[in-house]
């Protein structure tokens, strides 16, 4: 499965939260990784994009953080 987050459309609800920001993209990818993973997909690829590519760049870095710190609760982030 493909969890694609797109920069340009991020939630009401992460918008308010965490505003137009890098951060913002990683914790809506986050948020559907749980979902997904709460419904036994295991198999899981995680995608961003975004037309400014120093938001690109600077999401997956965090994302990669995100996911290391996750390594405990088995969860895998294969970024494609």
């Known amino acids: 499965m493909r969890i ?8 009401d609800r992460i918008m308010s939260r965490y505003g137009d920001t890098p951060l913002g ?7 559907f990784l749980r ?3 709460g419904e036994s997909y295991h198999n899981i690829v995680l995608s961003m994009k975004s037309s400014n ?11 990669i ?11 895998h982030c294969i970024l494609a």
């Open 25 to 31: 993209m990683v914790e809506s990818a986050m948020e």
């Open 4 to 11: 694609g987050t797109n920069h340009g459309s991020l939630s």
């Open 65 to 75: 953080k995100q996911c290391s710190m996750n390594l405990a609760n088995v969860i």
């Open 53 to 63: 590519p120093q938001v690109m760049v600077q999401a997956y870095r965090l994302l």
């Open 35 to 37: 979902v997904a993973r």
